[in-house]
């Protein structure tokens, strides 16, 4: 007869927990330093309040150009994002490149005790 400890051992009372489908999945974290690999123009992601957007196949559509974005390529683009006035229709456009979100060590905004700006998205 096989003893307790090699049936507890054999992994059988150990699977990994089965995970739910929710329906809004986790965002992707993705750190700092994976974004600063993504800058340019082939491969361009830039962050906006504490949010990861792969905006590549956005800079020849950007209204304010190219050339603007990929000087924030791989990098943090929130101030430059607010300063150049955005409408709020842009504003709402960046969900349609979001990829991911820094992990809470790394944000500025979107954390507990953060920078707060009324109007960015939740
Ligand atoms: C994914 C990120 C971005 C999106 C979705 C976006 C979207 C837009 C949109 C829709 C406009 C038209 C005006 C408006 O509706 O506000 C615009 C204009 C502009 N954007 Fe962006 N933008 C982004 C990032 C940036 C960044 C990082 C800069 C850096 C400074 C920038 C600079 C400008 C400028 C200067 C204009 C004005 C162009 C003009 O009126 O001649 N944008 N952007």
Not at 19 to 36: A, D, F, G, W, Y
Not at 60 to 73: K, Q, V
Request: with cysteine.
């Amino acid at each position: 007869m096989a003893k307790i400890s090699s049936v507890l051992n054999s992994g059988f009372f150990f699977t990994s927990p089965v995970k739910l489908p929710t329906s809004e999945p986790e965002e992707r974290l993705i750190t700092m330093e994976e974004v600063s690999w993504h800058d340019n123009a082939n491969d361009c992601w830039i962050i906006i309040y504490d949010r990861v957007y792969d905006i590549t196949d956005f800079l020849d559509e950007h209204p304010g150009g190219g050339d603007i974005l990929l000087e924030y390529a791989g990098r943090d683009a929130s101030v430059a994002f607010r300063g150049s006035g955005h409408s709020k229709q842009a504003l709402r456009a960046l969900s349609r490149f979001e990829i991911g979100e820094l992990p809470t060590h790394e944000r500025i905004f979107r954390k507990p005790g953060g920078f707060k700006i009324s109007d960015i998205p939740e």
